[in-house]
């Protein structure tokens, strides 16, 4: 399968490692308006290639390069310095994303091809993306939550002394400072996450689950402030995402895409079924009226967003 990336900075780079790594692609095209930074990039990855799946990686000077990819991942534009929020991106990537979809557009397989957006403001972007490319929106998956629903993972697991794998939880709505904390449909070994603490004789009172939530929804501002920027967990994320598209998996994950038409219309992340054709079906989680209420506002404030572009 030949993939193309299109913006070759930190999350770009981290993304290309990362799927090289999963020996999925036979073909990986690196595209950044910076052809030096992408020739850089193609020739270092080029060289780890010796050390794990012979693929062919190649740093493009032009769309036309890309012609053959079957699914495109964007992740080209401003990333957050530290004290900005993901919005404060907003007008800056809009520009981006316009500029580089009817250039993509133009080079793909409009009947197939994927788009996998990472920019951010994710959930934003998403929309800008699937109203310019007018593919459908099952086709235009944002990562979304993929990471805070990790991060809420892990660090749950640490707190309950029990694998990741054993964990079922979710993080909803905008991937931003709006995102939903799932605490209603957490299960562990198929428990309740309630049952599992009395089981368990684990404590996790409400001062606890606030100050965990509180980590969830800062990680990515003290990974920033620590080291300018984050790039390995979404790598990962989005290999995992190819992963299961490739493999038409039929995953749940909490990837983001546009639900609704016209006014109504908006991405944000709930658990999708993930496969080959995309999204194949999108669910609709069970939520207490605090949860529900909560993602209402995160849904408004991706949609007033959007409204401002
Ligand atoms: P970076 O500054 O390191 O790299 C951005 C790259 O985009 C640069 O190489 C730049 O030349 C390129 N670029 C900009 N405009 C372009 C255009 N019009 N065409 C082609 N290339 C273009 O930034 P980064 O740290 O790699 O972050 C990239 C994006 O990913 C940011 O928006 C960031 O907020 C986002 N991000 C998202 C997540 C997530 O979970 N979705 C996580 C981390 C970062």
Known sequence: MKIAII??????????????KTGLAHEIILFDRDGIRARAAAEDLGHASAFSY?????????????R??????????????????????????????????PKVMENVDT????????????????????????????????TGTMLDSARFKIILSRQLSVSTRSITSYVLGEHGDSSVI?????????LHLDEFCKQSKI??????????????????????QGRGATWDGIGAAVADLLYAIIN?????LTTSAVDGIGKTAVAMS?????????VILTLRPKLDSTESAALRKSANIIRKNFDLI
């Open 270 to 278: 709930i658990p999708r079924i993930i496969g080959n054709k995309g």
């Open 7 to 20: 913006g070759i900075g930190s999350v770009g780079s981290a993304v290309a490692t990362a799927v090289q």
């Open 182 to 190: 799932n605490w209603s449909s957490v299960f562990i070994g198929g």
């Open 248 to 252: 038409d998996e039929k995953r749940i």
């Open 68 to 101: 053959g990819s079957e699914i495109v991942i964007i992740a080209a534009g401003a990333n957050q310095k530290p004290g900005e929020t993901r919005t404060d991106l907003l007008h800056k990537n809009a520009a981006v994303i316009s500029d580089i979809i």
């Open 111 to 142: 009947k197939t091809v994927k788009l996998i957006i990472v920019t951010n403001p994710l959930d934003v972007m998403v929309m800008l993306a699937q109203k310019i490319s007018k593919l459908p929106s099952s086709r235009v998956i944002g």
């Open 54 to 66: 012979d693929i062919k990686i190649t740093a493009a000077s032009n769309y036309r390069a890309i």
């Open 203 to 224: 404590y996790l009172p409400k001062t606890t689950r606030n100050t965990i939530e509180h980590r969830v929804r800062n990680a990515a501002y003290e990974i920033i």
